[in-house]
Every structure is written in C-alpha cells, then in structure tokens.
T-cell receptor, first 116, second 114 residues
Framework: GAVVSQHPSWVICKSGTSVKIECRSL??????MFWYRQFPKQSLMLMAT?????????EQGVEKDKFLINHASLTLSTLTVTSAHPEDSSFYIC????????????FGQGTRLTVV | GENVEQHPSTLSVQEGDSAVIKCTYS??????FPWYKQELGKRPQLIID?????GEKKDQRIAVTLNKTAKHFSLHITETQPEDSAVYFC?????????????FGTGTQLKVEL
C-alpha cells in the first residue's frame, strides 16, 4: 500500500521554542494531508487540513498562528508548533488519502512531542 | 459537522471469544466507514472499511455491518487472539476522495485474555 513517512518520530524541546514536523507521501501525490493530535488514551482529533498550494483549513479551536502548516509540494506537508509550551506535548500524526480513486487513509508514524 | 460515538471504551474478552464494537454517526451524508487498529505508540492501521452501498463486509475473522437508516455501524472480531489486543477506532467520512476528512470515534481498548 501507499506509504506516508513522518519525522521526527520523537522530539524534546524547551518551552518557548519551535518544532517542525514533516510529513511526506512517498509513492503517491497527496493534494490534501491531514494533521491530527492525539493525547494519551484519547482519540485522534483533527487539527487542520493541509492543501497543496493554498492555505490550510483549521478546525475550530486550533490556533493557526501557533500551528503553522505549509504544503509546498504534492508530497510534503509540514507542521510547525511555534512557541511550544508543556500543554502542547502530545502525539502528532499526519494522514493522506491516496488520490481520488483510493479511499484508504494512510498515516505517518507519528511524532511524540515533549515540551519541557 | 460529523460526530462519531463509539462504545464500549474498554472491552475484555477471553481468547477465542467474539468482540463487538459499535459506532454511531450523525451526518447522514457520510458514506465511508473505516476501522483502524492502533497499537501503543504506533500509527493507526486500516483493518476493514465499508461504503454506504453495502450492508456488510467480511475479511477472515473481521466483519463490519452498516445500518444507514439507524446511522450505526459495528465491528465484529471472531475467534479473538492475544495479538488482537489494541485500541480500535471507527471513523466516518462524507466522501471517498483524497480531500475528504475522517472523523474518528473515541476508541475502544480491546484486551484479549488468555
């Protein structure tokens, strides 16, 4: 099946710094990618929809100035957590659906962010 | 927007028994319903999915049923094995194209005991 690669798989950063997470579709073009956040023992909550060549669409309650999304090509989307705080510590995971005819959503490996 | 509810939140079964997880959705326009299995610290993996034009789909020990009228769908795992232990998520989507987002249920922690 299609492959979505995300990195880093884990990162520890100091409070107030920024962290960039990359999500790549390795063998298909993804016009749209999705960014989720998952707290321990909770579900995947959609943060934003990343659209190639245009602005991301953020879910209600998600600060677009804090979670910067860039989708500069059909195979790469990045999420930057700016001025990170301990409450931003979470598991961030991206997803892409393989084109118009392929319904399955493929997930990246996820990034465990710990802000200290 | 879509709201997906999932029950139970935890489920313990004996090895060899069946497990059933149920989900309801709110958006009548949703037409694609996948189920994911997630092991601790890992990415969700698709285990089975169903589209709204069918009522049931089976793949070996796993089956999914869909009742569009009642807006609910269920996952059935038969002959459970210890390696089935994981968190299972249902999801719903309005479309099957690349731009259609998935809304996830709250998850079910399945534990298969020896």
């Amino acid at each position: 099946g299609a492959v979505v690669s995300q990195h880093p798989s884990w990162v520890i950063c100091k409070s107030g710094t920024s962290v960039k997470i990359e999500c790549r579709s390795l063998d298909f073009q993804a016009t749209t990618m999705f960014w989720y956040r998952q707290f321990p023992k909770q579900s995947l909550m959609l943060m934003a929809t990343s659209n190639e060549g245009s602005k991301a669409t953020y879910e209600q309650g998600v600060e677009k100035d804090k979670f910067l999304i860039n989708h500069a090509s059909l195979t790469l989307s990045t999420l930057t957590v700016t001025s990170a705080h301990p409450e931003d510590s979470s598991f961030y995971i991206c997803s892409a659906r393989g084109g118009s005819a392929n319904t399955e959503a493929f997930f990246g490996q996820g990034t465990r962010l710990t802000v200290v | 927007g879509e709201n997906v509810e999932q029950h139970p939140s935890t489920l313990s079964v004996q090895e060899g028994d069946s497990a059933v997880i149920k989900c309801t959705y709110s958006d009548s326009a949703s037409n694609y319903f996948p189920w994911y299995k997630q092991e601790l610290g890992k990415r969700p993996q698709l285990i089975i999915d169903i589209r709204s034009n069918v009522g049931e789909k089976k793949d070996q020990r796993i089956a999914v049923t869909l009742n569009k009228t009642a807006k609910h769908f269920s996952l059935h795992i038969t002959e459970t094995q210890p390696e089935d232990s994981a968190v299972y998520f249902c999801a719903a989507s309005r479309g099957t194209g690349g731009g259609n987002k998935l809304t996830f249920g709250t998850g079910t922690q399945l534990k298969v005991e020896l």
